[in-house]
């Protein structure tokens, strides 16, 4: 199960990472994500269920090339906005036009 784009996160835990995944992991991971992607919540969930440490499974994720999405701090997982090329600029009300900075193109 190889993404297509993107990049694969397998060469992060190098050479000693040729461990065997358990297969009880393994299973329940590629089941898990079918499309190659598994929400950051799942992977919480799997790991409590398996009584696994959360940092194995990710560490599994990674070498069975399972990308985690909708991570549950906002920071990754999340596709971009598509913004709409017709949106309205809002202008700057007066008394915050002081501490706005200006750029060149803008305003």
Not at 7 to 28: C, L, M, T, W, Y
């Amino acid at each position: 199960m190889t993404r297509k784009t993107g990049n694969s996160f397998i060469a992060k835990h190098g050479q000693d990472s040729k461990v065997d995944i358990p297969a009880a992991v393994r299973e329940r991971l590629e089941k898990a994500a079918p499309a190659g992607t598994l929400s950051c919540a799942a992977a919480f969930q799997l790991s409590a269920d398996l009584e696994k440490p959360p940092a194995e499974i990710g560490k599994a994720a990674d070498l069975l090339d399972i990308r985690l999405v909708k991570c549950q701090l906002g920071l990754f997982g999340y596709a971009p906005e598509r913004r709409s090329s017709s949106r309205r600029r809002r202008s700057i009300p007066p008394w915050k036009a002081p501490f706005v900075p200006r750029f060149r193109g803008t305003g």
